[in-house]
Nanobody, 115 residues
Framework: QVQLVESGGGLVQAGGSLRLSCAVS????????MGWYRQVPGKARDLVAL???????DYAVSVKGRFTISRDTAKNTVYLQMNNLSPEDTAVYYC?????????WGQGTQVTVSS
C-alpha cells in the first residue's frame, strides 16, 4: 500500500512563505507523475503544480513565478515551496501520485494565509 504524508502547512501572513513536504513510502520514480493539488470548501480539487517522471514541470497560472515544485529522490519526498502567499492561496493542499497501478492521495495539509 502506497502512503503519502504531507506536512508543512500552517498559518502565515500575506507575503510570507511556506514549504510543504510529501513523504512517499515508495520510490518516487515508480510514479508517472506527482503533483500538488488544493481544495477549498465547496469547490473542486485543483492542480497547483506537478512534475512528470522525466522531470517536466507544470504549474497553475495563478501560482507561476511564486510556487516551485521539487523532489529529493534520496528521501522519496516531494516539496512545494510557496512564496509571496496571498489569502487566495488558503486551502487544503494534497499530494498526489499516479502510477500504472493506480492513483494515490495524501491526507492533506491546511494552509491559511491571513491578510
Amino acid at each position: 500500500q502506497v502512503q503519502l504524508v504531507e506536512s508543512g502547512g500552517g498559518l502565515v501572513q500575506a507575503g510570507g512563505s511556506l514549504r510543504l513536504s510529501c513523504a512517499v513510502s515508495r520510490n518516487i520514480f515508480s510514479f508517472n507523475y506527482m503533483g500538488w493539488y488544493r481544495q477549498v470548501p465547496g469547490k473542486a480539487r485543483d492542480l497547483v503544480a506537478l512534475f512528470t517522471k522525466n522531470g517536466v514541470t507544470d504549474y497553475a497560472v495563478s501560482v507561476k513565478g511564486r510556487f516551485t515544485i521539487s523532489r529529493d529522490t534520496a528521501k522519496n519526498t516531494v516539496y512545494l515551496q510557496m512564496n509571496n502567499l496571498s489569502p487566495e492561496d488558503t486551502a487544503v493542499y494534497y499530494c498526489k501520485a499516479q502510477a500504472v497501478q493506480g492513483i494515490y492521495w495524501g491526507q492533506g495539509t491546511q494552509v491559511t494565509v491571513s491578510s
